[in-house]
């Protein structure tokens, strides 16, 4: 591949991400109104497409304002971290054969490295607004996340068991007889739950919980700052998205009536969907439920998942 | 690699002596995590992707949101830097800094007449990690895992909250006699 090749890669995943981080916004409220009985966004453009550009004109042009007993820089810097570690994951995605950012072996644990580093950007912009509320926010963020970060990680582990790779091409490709949603689908289960959870989405949105915080860690943010923020929350649930469609649904492989592309774009709006129907359908949990949850369930299911996973694998080769 | 190798151990270094220097604790931490990614990039140009990306997940990723986490509970703000800045007197650290001076030109020294200055690089892949960690260096891994489960026991005997069942009644008498 030459050069000029790869920076048209970067360009276009870019370009496409963006656009759909900012189309999600229409997305979301046309599907959260069909499943609540009502219209949602339709009078600006055609079907109400244009509420997306008047969105973002409006972010754009509020004040931008920085409380003055905020800390200045690190508050600046908060929204700034939460884009850029999961535009970094992207880096890792294979979309179709051959059209990746980088095809690192280690793959899946970068994916890991930037999701880990995304927590900053909630602890630091909590506690930088110096408000009791973001602070709230931003400790049960942490919290939420560090833990199920653990899980997250381990349920992919059966995954690249049954690769013997941590290079997301391999792992696709793993999949040409039989997906894995088949062999592990406790893992997905798991990956599943724990990607919600990582993208602080709703059911299990209780850094920002606005019933109760007001709007949790980012309560101090506006203009663009505060878009920062919704647009790393939209790129997360397309970064799950893809992510599961990647790991457990055979990526890029399907029927040759379509081009390998448009099988990994309508997998992943299928599992997009699928987050937006959870926000429309369940209820927020105690914190101290979901932490609980995490710990007692989840962590014992996805080291026995391991456990059978290795035990079954050294099996099947013969041991 | 050698550039970057170089760049890297820079920004390192640099990282560190800010983290130090810093008053506030999080901006300090914020140093930190900055530090850990630039040795993860060292290891990177050094071979070893796997070890720089455990570096990030568990240093950067982890245990400094932990140090954050635990510095948001206690709320130190302006008491803590002005404490900070009281320790942080040229008196205290004039001396310490000269010694490692002199140290450091030492190495320097002797690094410039090694004779095998050459760097290695070998890509290390996470398969040779693993074999290595369960294979040459099991005993310690396993004496690792001890500590951690000691560590663990620990915490949850400190964390442990007695249980205090009395009934409404009962206490009442109790509070009532010692106020007798």
Same mark, same amino acid.
């Not at chain 1, 931003?138 to 290079?167: C, P």
């Not at chain 2, 690089?121 to 396993?142: Q, T, W």
């Given at each position: 591949?030459?050069?000029?090749?790869?920076?048209?890669?970067?360009?276009?995943?870019?370009?496409?991400?963006?656009?759909?981080?900012?189309?999600?916004?229409?997305?979301?409220?046309?599907?959260?109104?069909?499943?609540?009985?009502?219209?949602?966004?339709?009078?600006?453009?055609?079907?109400?497409?244009?509420?997306?550009?008047?969105?973002?004109?409006?972010?754009?042009?509020?004040?931008?304002?920085?409380?003055?007993?905020?800390?200045?820089?690190?508050?600046?810097?908060?929204?700034?971290?939460?884009?850029?570690?999961?535009?970094?994951?992207?880096?890792?995605?294979?979309?179709?054969?051959?059209?990746?950012?980088?095809?690192?072996?280690?793959?899946?644990?970068?994916?890991?490295?930037?999701?880990?580093?995304?927590?900053?950007?909630?602890?630091?912009?909590?506690?930088?607004?110096?408000?009791?509320?973001?602070?709230?926010?931003?400790?049960?963020?942490?919290?939420?996340?560090?833990?199920?970060?653990?899980?997250?990680?381990?349920?992919?582990?059966?995954?690249?068991?049954?690769?013997?790779?941590?290079?997301?091409?391999?792992?696709?490709?793993?999949?040409?007889?039989?997906?894995?949603?088949?062999?592990?689908?406790?893992?997905?289960?798991?990956?599943?739950?724990?990607?919600?959870?990582?993208?602080?989405?709703?059911?299990?949105?209780?850094?920002?919980?606005?019933?109760?915080?007001?709007?949790?860690?980012?309560?101090?943010?506006?203009?663009?700052?505060?878009?920062?923020?919704?647009?790393?929350?939209?790129?997360?649930?397309?970064?799950?998205?893809?992510?599961?469609?990647?790991?457990?649904?055979?990526?890029?492989?399907?029927?040759?009536?379509?081009?390998?592309?448009?099988?990994?774009?309508?997998?992943?709006?299928?599992?997009?969907?699928?987050?937006?129907?959870?926000?429309?359908?369940?209820?927020?949990?105690?914190?101290?439920?979901?932490?609980?949850?995490?710990?007692?369930?989840?962590?014992?299911?996805?080291?026995?998942?391991?456990?059978?996973?290795?035990?079954?694998?050294?099996?099947?080769?013969?041991? | 690699?050698?550039?970057?190798?170089?760049?890297?151990?820079?920004?390192?270094?640099?990282?560190?002596?800010?983290?130090?220097?810093?008053?506030?604790?999080?901006?300090?931490?914020?140093?930190?995590?900055?530090?850990?990614?630039?040795?993860?990039?060292?290891?990177?140009?050094?071979?070893?992707?796997?070890?720089?990306? /455990?570096?990030?997940? @568990?240093? +950067? %990723?982890?245990?400094?949101?932990?140090? *954050?986490?635990? =510095?948001? !509970?206690?709320? #130190?703000?302006?008491?803590?830097?002005?404490?900070?800045?009281?320790? /942080?007197?040229?008196? @205290?650290? +004039? %001396?310490?800094?000269?010694?490692?001076? *002199?140290?450091? =030109?030492? !190495?320097?020294? #002797?690094?410039?007449?090694?004779?095998?200055?050459?760097?290695?690089?070998?890509?290390?892949?996470?398969?040779?990690?693993?074999?290595?960690?369960?294979?040459?260096?099991?005993?310690?891994?396993?004496?690792?895992?001890?500590?951690?489960?000691?560590?663990?026991?620990?915490?949850?005997?400190?964390?442990?909250?007695?249980?205090?069942?009395?009934?409404?009644?009962?206490?009442?008498?109790?509070?009532?006699?010692?106020?007798?």
């Amino acid at each position: 591949m030459t050069v000029m090749q790869h920076i048209w890669i970067v360009i276009g995943v870019l370009f496409v991400l963006l656009n759909i981080a900012a189309g999600l916004i229409w997305v979301e409220r046309r599907l959260l109104a069909l499943w609540q009985n009502r219209l949602g966004p339709n009078r600006a453009g055609p079907l109400g497409l244009f509420i997306v550009l008047a969105d973002t004109l409006k972010l754009f042009f509020k004040e931008d304002w920085i409380p003055p007993f905020a800390d200045k820089k690190i508050f600046i810097l908060a929204p700034a971290i939460v884009v850029g570690s999961v535009l970094l994951s992207f880096v890792i995605i294979p979309f179709a054969p051959g059209i990746v950012v980088a095809d690192l072996n280690i793959g899946l644990l970068f994916f890991l490295a930037m999701s880990s580093l995304g927590v900053y950007s909630i602890v630091l912009g909590g506690w930088a607004s110096n408000n009791k509320y973001a602070l709230l926010g931003a400790l049960r963020g942490a919290s939420q996340m560090i833990a199920y970060e653990v899980f997250m990680g381990l349920s992919l582990m059966g995954v690249v068991m049954l690769t013997g790779s941590f290079n997301m091409g391999a792992i696709v490709e793993a999949q040409k007889d039989m997906w894995f949603i088949v062999t592990q689908p406790v893992g997905f289960f798991i990956f599943f739950i724990a990607g919600i959870a990582e993208t602080h989405r709703l059911p299990f949105d209780i850094p920002e919980a606005e019933s109760e915080l007001i709007a949790g860690y980012h309560a101090e943010y506006s203009g663009m700052k505060f878009g920062m923020f919704f647009i790393g929350e939209y790129l997360g649930i397309t970064l799950i998205s893809a992510m599961m469609v990647a790991m457990f649904f055979g990526g890029w492989l399907g029927p040759s009536f379509l081009p390998p592309l448009a099988w990994f774009a309508l997998k992943t709006f299928f599992f997009i969907g699928v987050f937006i129907l959870l926000r429309a359908s369940l209820p927020r949990p105690r914190y101290d439920q979901l932490i609980e949850y995490g710990w007692k369930i989840l962590l014992p299911v996805v080291l026995a998942n391991l456990m059978i996973t290795g035990a079954i694998a050294l099996w099947m080769r013969g041991g | 690699m050698n550039l970057l190798f170089y760049i890297s151990s820079f920004v390192a270094v640099a990282a560190t002596i800010m983290a130090i220097s810093r008053f506030h604790p999080v901006h300090a931490l914020l140093y930190l995590v900055v530090s850990f990614l630039a040795a993860a990039m060292i290891f990177l140009s050094l071979g070893t992707p796997f070890i720089a990306v /455990l570096e990030v997940i @568990v240093y +950067a %990723g982890a245990i400094i949101v932990l140090f *954050i986490f635990v =510095v948001m !509970m206690l709320n #130190l703000g302006k008491d803590t830097a002005l404490q900070e800045k009281n320790w /942080l007197r040229p008196k @205290v650290w +004039a %001396g310490p800094s000269l010694l490692v001076l *002199i140290l450091l =030109v030492e !190495m320097i020294v #002797l690094l410039l007449n090694a004779q095998n200055a050459i760097m290695h690089v070998a890509v290390v892949d996470p398969r040779k990690v693993s074999l290595s960690l369960f294979g040459e260096y099991i005993i310690a891994l396993e004496l690792v895992g001890f500590l951690l489960m000691a560590g663990i026991v620990g915490a949850a005997h400190i964390g442990k909250q007695k249980k205090k069942i009395l009934h409404r009644f009962l206490k009442e008498e109790t509070m009532a006699r010692v106020e007798i």
